[in-house]
C-alpha cells in the first residue's frame, strides 16, 4: 500500500484498524490527509508529512503528540485518546477534537482556531487568549460544573461555550486561573492566603453564614482576615478574633458581651447586629 502510495504520490492515506502500533518509517512526503483510526497508534513521531493538513488518530491509546506537528496542519482529531496535555499547536490549525481524553488544560491557541470539542475531558480551566469566535464544547467537564454555577445559562445546547457571550468577551478571571486555595472561586484577597473571594472582597460569598455588620464585615458578606487568630476588618479589638472559626465564621457566643459592645461602638449599625445580639 505504502509503496503504491509513494510511488503515485497520494495525498490520502487511510490505515484505519489496521494492526499497527507505530507509524511506518516513511509516509509519502505529499500527503495532505492521514487517517490513523482505531490502530494501536500510542506515540505519533515527529516525522509526519511536511505538507499535512488533516491529522486523525481517534480511538487509539495514544498517550502524546511530539511538537513536531505539520506547520500547514488544519484540522487535528485526537478523541478517545489517552491524551494527557498537548504541545503548541500549529498556527493554522481551525479544528481540534480533543472529547473524551484526560486532557485537564489548554495550549495557548492559534487565532484561526473556529471549534475545539473537548467535552468528556478534566478541562478544569481556559487559555487566556480564547477567541470571541471560537466554538467550544465543554459538557461533562470540571469546567462546565463552575460555568454552570458561575454564570448560570451560558452554555448552550451540548456544553457549547463562547466567550463572546459574554459581557465585553473579557474572560473572568477564575475561567483562565482555576479554583484558588480552598476552592472558593475569584481572586486572592491579601488577608486571606490562599483563598480567593467572586470579583474581590467586596463582592462577598452570599449564604456562606459570615455576619455582615457585627464583624465588621465588607458589605456584600465578604470578610478579611476572617482567620483563627487574626481580627475581623473593621472590629475594634482583636480579642474577638478568638470567636472566629477556621472557616471565618463568627461565635458570637464566645465574645464577651463587652467586647462586643465596644465593637459595636466602632462599627456602623446593621439590623442583623441587633438579632443576632439581643
Given at each position: ?88 499547536l500549529p498556527s493554522t490549525l481551525t479544528s481540534l477534537d480533543v472529547s ?13 482556531l473556529a471549534i475545539i470539542h473537548a467535552s468528556d475531558t478534566q478541562l ?80 462577598g460569598l452570599p449564604g456562606n453564614g459570615i455576619i455582615e455588620g457585627a ?64
Open positions: 500500500m505504502l509503496k503504491d502510495c509513494l510511488e503515485r504520490g497520494a495525498t490520502y492515506l487511510n490505515l484505519n484498524c489496521l494492526n499497527i502500533s507505530s507509524l511506518p518509517a516513511s509516509l509519502p512526503p505529499t500527503l495532505t490527509s492521514l487517517y490513523l483510526d482505531n490502530t494501536h497508534l500510542a506515540k505519533l513521531s515527529d516525522t509526519l508529512p511536511e505538507g499535512l493538513q488533516t491529522l486523525s488518530v481517534s480511538n487509539t491509546p495514544l498517550e502524546s503528540i511530539s511538537a513536531g506537528l505539520p506547520q500547514g496542519l488544519q484540522t487535528l482529531s485526537a478523541n478517545r485518546t489517552n491524551l494527557t496535555a498537548l504541545p503548541e473524551n481524553t484526560m486532557l485537564t488544560e489548554l495550549p495557548t491557541l492559534p487565532e484561526g478544569a480551566r481556559l487559555p487566556a487568549n480564547l477567541s470571541g469566535t471560537l466554538k467550544l464544547y465543554i459538557a461533562n467537564t470540571p469546567l462546565a460544573s463552575l460555568i454552570d454555577k458561575m454564570l448560570p445559562g451560558i452554555l448552550l445546547s451540548g456544553g457549547l461555550f463562547s466567550a463572546g457571550a459574554l459581557l465585553g468577551g473579557v474572560l473572568p478571571g477564575w475561567l483562565t486561573g482555576g479554583l484558588h486555595g480552598d476552592g472558593i472561586i475569584g481572586d486572592p484577597v491579601p488577608d486571606l492566603p490562599g483563598v480567593g473571594i467572586i470579583d474581590g472582597p467586596a463582592g464583624t465588621g464585615g465588607v458589605p456584600g458578606g465578604a470578610m478579611v482576615g476572617a482567620i483563627a487568630g487574626e481580627s475581623p476588618l473593621g472590629a475594634a479589638n482583636a480579642a474577638m478574633a478568638g470567636a472566629i472559626s477556621d472557616k471565618g465564621i463568627l461565635d458570637l457566643s464566645k465574645v464577651p458581651r463587652s467586647r462586643l459592645a465596644s465593637s459595636e461602638a466602632t462599627v456602623p449599625a446593621h439590623p442583623d447586629t441587633e438579632a443576632l445580639t439581643s
